[in-house]
């Protein structure tokens, strides 16, 4: 059970409301987030909700089942929609691309990548400064110094960041410099990483564990939510299975049962899906018409360098063949 809290309850009220919650033998746990102030409650019997539904400060109760409570879609009916400021929204209907190489190298590769997405109006620039690499011998991106380049051009050209952190000694850092923290395929399940971004306001997207099964993602939603952060987009990119013809099997099953099981804004990283780089674009096409919100896609300019994951990433023209048909798929949708 969620109890919705007004936004303006004082703690006289708020006092009042968890004496009554302890009278009546409920566990609950207090929730503030950038947006409103929950009290999410586990009650070991059924109870009739008119008990404590009519007291002041109240604003909903509302009956949930199952453990993630905050990003199920039975307590929120309307879908969440993540405004990033200059016209950047997730959830509201419309394709966001999310587009660049997989790893930030030099400024002029960064330069070069974002002409290109100004001259493709999109507003969103991927690309890893940390990078999580299999082999402690590969590259792991250039770090601060990195993303200060990235920062510096992206901002002046009104373009977001999107970026992957690590651990949560990196997110005071590079706080002032990311517009959506990223967290990987791996770090989907490293739950003090989760909870301390769950303490900054800003947008997080997380990523499907390697291996991860739809729940397990909802989990680690609900521990961004719990800690205080309601700013949350969910990523398919593809779980291991046996099949080995390509790098990941894009689960695209995920995009609607994800969207019916919760609230929140749902995209696609078809790169990392089918890691494959001529297959790439019939993949995201595939992801828009299932209705993801939007996509993570690889670029490079010429991906046969690309420092990492080149195999799976599209040239500057396939990108742009590749965005035409995205907006041309969305009108006939």
């Known amino acids: 059970m969620i109890i919705q809290l007004d936004t303006s309850i004082d703690g006289d009220k708020k006092g009042r409301i968890e004496a009554a919650l302890q009278s009546l033998h409920i566990d609950f746990y207090p929730v503030q987030t950038q947006i409103g102030h929950y009290f999410i409650c586990t009650p070991k019997q059924e109870f009739d909700i008119r008990g404590i539904g009519h007291l002041d400060g109240i604003k909903d109760v509302h009956r949930v089942s199952g453990a993630h409570k905050m990003v199920s879609h039975k307590w929120k009916v309307d879908r969440t929609i993540i405004d990033c400021g200059d016209g950047v929204r997730f959830g509201d209907g419309e394709m966001t691309i999310m587009a660049g190489p997989c790893s930030i190298e030099s400024e002029e590769q960064i330069e070069k990548t974002v002409e290109v997405l100004k001259r493709n109006h999109i507003k969103v620039m991927r690309g890893g400064v940390y990078k999580p690499r299999t082999s402690p011998y590969s590259f792991r991106g250039?770090?601060?110094?990195?993303?200060?380049?990235?920062?510096?051009?992206c901002h002046r050209s009104g373009i977001k960041i999107i970026t992957e952190v690590m651990e949560s000694a990196q997110i005071e850092k590079m706080l002032p410099y990311v517009d959506i923290f990223q967290v990987g395929a791996r770090n989907t399940q490293n739950f003090n990483l989760l909870e301390a971004l769950g303490k900054i306001d800003k947008p997080v997207l997380l990523k499907r564990g390697i291996s991860g099964k739809i729940d397990e993602l909802?989990?680690?939603?609900?521990y961004v939510f719990k800690s205080g952060n309601e700013k949350l987009i969910l990523c398919e990119r593809g779980i291991r299975t046996f099949e080995n013809s390509y790098r990941n099997t894009l689960d695209?099953?995920?995009?609607?049962?994800?969207k019916e099981k919760s609230h929140l804004p749902v995209v696609v990283d078809p790169s990392h899906g089918i890691g494959i780089r001529k297959h790439v674009p019939q993949m995201a096409l595939a992801s828009a018409a299932v209705g993801a919100d939007g996509l993570l896609i690889e670029v490079h300019e010429t991906p046969e360098k690309a420092v990492t994951d080149g195999?799976?990433?599209?040239?500057?023209?396939?990108?742009?063949?590749?965005?035409?048909?995205?907006?041309?798929?969305e009108n006939v949708l």
């Open 311 to 329: 195999q799976q990433t599209l040239n500057f023209m396939e990108f742009e063949r590749l965005v035409s048909r995205l907006y041309a798929l």
């Open 218 to 222: 909802l989990y680690s939603a609900e």
């Open 252 to 258: 695209l099953n995920a995009v609607p049962i994800l």
């Open 142 to 153: 250039l770090g601060m110094e990195g993303l200060l380049l990235f920062y510096k051009h």
